[in-house]
């Protein structure tokens, strides 16, 4: 009407049409009715609207008025004024609180938000999108790939202490091959499962875990003169069981991406911590030894069938001793002597072959006999450690024992086994932090000492964080 353009919703476009058709006399006052959704006495007022005022009639009288409950203009000017000004930094969840508490004005989060967007006034802290994922299939043969995590749960319910659940998972079938409570997440848990895995199923082709220290060495620790000299850093104890079974370490870059085992902790959580509160577990070991009646009944009632049927797990080595592989091994020097510092203890290693001495050998291990290029070493029962004083080096102007060997009796580090070995020999062990030539030759002379995980001590778990 008077070239004026008016624009009409989906809606209004749709009544305008069928009142045309109703005033061309195309339909009937019932049919325009049912096709409107209409009564009959409302389609008889809109046509009298529309014959009246045209297609401004089909126009909702509230089109282009300001909402009665909108902001008045001298409080957002305000708003903005402040958020500019006093406030200026101030995330908009923040400055909501701020307002109302110190300037009296009560807005809502929205609308603050809302009048501060307008206004060109962004908030300083940008949240980001969440990244898109997408699905990963499960992998087809049981074996290929196994995930492993610990969860810190108050799995007790306040019975007992706060333990952790190390657990590892087949990613596919989701099958619980093992679990074990501990008391911290440490190597010794990881050690405990994948033992069990290696001598029931057998040996995995891929561990999936996360970034945790356990499994690798961070890039912030620095490296050893020795490692620098190598090009690499030493493993961890549980890197290295990988290397020695040849199991690929596959580390994940959220926890959502090893989502598996984290849907299976939610689940324990929910009904492992039941069944242990209905059994009365109020202590670790009881804990472990119900594990082992929970997890066939578990995987019985969700367990998958793997795409296909023929699993992927190598059998275990033929003639590898378990002991020598699931173990935490540390370098040591023998001293001249032929002994060795095991904490408070002190090893005899007795002579090899043709009367062999071993002295100024490094050798790897806490707690356990020395393996000498995989033959174990002849050994007499550890004794106490010999304690040092003065009256050793009584003579005037003599030098005092190194300070590591002053009362040092649980680090087994090596720089403080090296230290011990000193003292042992009077100060003439020579240490592999010397020239390359000395490194060299003391690794063709290497002395590997195991413990089997049966004996691993919870005092030399911490090393490998």
């Given at each position: 009407m008077n070239?004026?353009?008016?624009?009409?919703?989906q809606r209004a476009q749709q009544q305008l049409m069928v009142l045309n058709a109703l005033e061309r006399g195309d339909l009937l006052m019932a049919?325009?009715?049912d096709l409107l959704g209409l009564s009959v006495r409302q389609v008889r007022r809109l046509r009298a609207a529309y014959r009246q005022r045209g297609?401004?009639?089909l126009i909702h009288g509230n089109r282009g008025r300001r909402s009665p409950r909108r902001v008045d203009e001298a409080t957002r000017t305000r708003v903005i004024r402040l958020a500019r000004t006093t406030y200026a930094g101030v995330n908009h969840q923040h400055l909501t609180e701020l307002l109302a508490e110190r300037e009296g004005l009560t807005l809502s989060h929205p609308t603050i938000h809302r009048i501060l967007r307008g206004a060109g006034v962004p908030s300083p802290r940008r949240r980001r999108p969440p990244r898109h994922r997408r699905r990963r299939e499960r992998l087809p043969q049981a074996g290929m790939l196994v995930q492993v995590d610990g969860s810190d749960h108050d799995w007790l319910e306040g019975r007992g202490p706060r333990l952790v659940l190390v657990a590892a998972v087949d990613d596919a079938t989701g099958e619980v091959l093992a679990a074990a409570f501990r008391d911290e997440e440490d190597a010794h848990g990881y050690l405990l499962v994948l033992r069990e895995i290696a001598l029931t199923r057998g040996l995995p082709l891929a561990l999936y875990s996360d970034r945790h220290g356990i499994f690798h060495r961070p890039k912030r620790v620095p490296l050893t003169i020795e490692e620098q000299l190598r090009g690499a850093p030493d493993p961890t104890q549980v890197?290295?069981?990988?290397?020695?079974?040849?199991?690929?370490?596959?580390?994940?870059?959220?926890?959502q991406a090893k989502g598996r085992i984290e849907r299976l902790f939610?689940?324990?959580?929910?009904?492992?911590?039941?069944?242990?509160?209905?059994?009365?577990?109020?202590?670790?070991?009881?804990?472990?030894?119900?594990?082992?009646?929970?997890?066939?009944?578990?995987?019985a009632r969700f367990t998958q069938?793997?795409?296909?049927?023929?699993?992927?797990f190598r059998p275990w080595p033929v003639g590898l001793d378990p002991d020598a592989v699931f173990c935490f091994k540390y370098l040591r020097i023998v001293a001249n002597d032929n002994t060795v510092t095991l904490g408070p203890h002190l090893v005899q290693i007795l002579a090899g072959p043709q009367g062999r001495s071993y002295a100024k050998a490094p050798r790897r291990g806490p707690r356990?006999?020395?393996?000498y290029r995989g033959r174990l070493l002849p050994r007499a029962a550890p004794g106490p450690r010999p304690a040092y004083s003065r009256s050793v080096n009584s003579h005037p102007g003599a030098r005092p024992p190194p300070r590591e060997t002053q009362g040092a009796t649980g680090n087994s580090g090596p720089q403080s086994a090296q230290a011990q070995g000193r003292g042992a020999d009077s100060g003439r062990v020579e240490t592999r932090q010397g020239s390359p030539l000395e490194a060299d030759a003391g690794r063709e002379r290497e002395v590997q000492c195991s413990t089997a995980e049966d004996k691993i001590t919870e005092s030399l778990t911490g090393q490998n964080h």
């Open positions: 070239g004026e353009t008016i624009v009409l919703t049919q325009a009715a297609p401004h009639a890197g290295r069981v990988l290397q020695e079974l040849s199991i690929r370490w596959i580390p994940a870059a959220s926890p939610g689940t324990f959580q929910d009904r492992l911590r039941g069944e242990l509160r209905l059994a009365c577990v109020a202590e670790r070991d009881g804990a472990n030894a119900f594990l082992a009646g929970f997890l066939p009944r578990y995987n069938p793997a795409a296909t049927p023929t699993p992927a356990a006999p020395g393996w």
